[in-house]
């Protein structure tokens, strides 16, 4: 059974940098498409960022340019670099992943079958 773990959650400052971190657990862990997702308040959940199985990053418009996403294969984690953040940016994070998968639907909360338990971003004005 795979394990997807958050970290790295917290409350900045608007205009402050944060990273998150994903501990994977999944068998060939170098197959697999990963993703961040968030969800805010009263809000569906949304695709963030998002890197194939070929290592190709994809990002929503609203974050392009302040957000990044590595993927470091050998330690097995998954990053969300995001620095410019702003309060818009203020929802809890999870962590999804897929073996292969689809990445024209990227975005899509279907497309993953393993997830994480979400780790909380704050930004205040």
């Known amino acids: 059974q795979g394990q997807l773990r958050e970290s790295g959650g917290g409350s900045v400052q608007a205009g402050g940098t944060l990273t998150l971190s994903c501990e994977v657990s999944?068998?060939?862990?170098?197959?697999?498409?990963m993703a961040w997702f968030r969800q805010a308040p009263g809000k569906e959940r949304e695709g963030v960022a998002a890197?194939?199985?070929?290592?190709?990053?994809r990002y929503r418009d609203s974050v392009k340019g302040r957000f990044t996403i590595p993927k470091d294969n050998a330690e097995a984690t998954l990053y969300l670099q995001m620095s410019s953040l702003t309060p818009e940016d203020t929802a809890m994070y999870y962590c999804?992943?897929?073996?292969?998968?689809?990445?024209?639907?990227?975005?899509?909360?279907?497309?993953?079958?393993?997830w994480g338990q979400g780790t909380q971003v704050t930004v205040s004005s």
């Open positions: 999804a992943a897929v073996r292969n998968g689809n990445p024209g639907a990227w975005y899509e909360e279907y497309e993953y079958n393993y």
């Open positions: 999944l068998y060939k862990y170098n197959t697999n498409s």
């Open positions: 890197v194939d199985y070929n290592g190709r990053t």
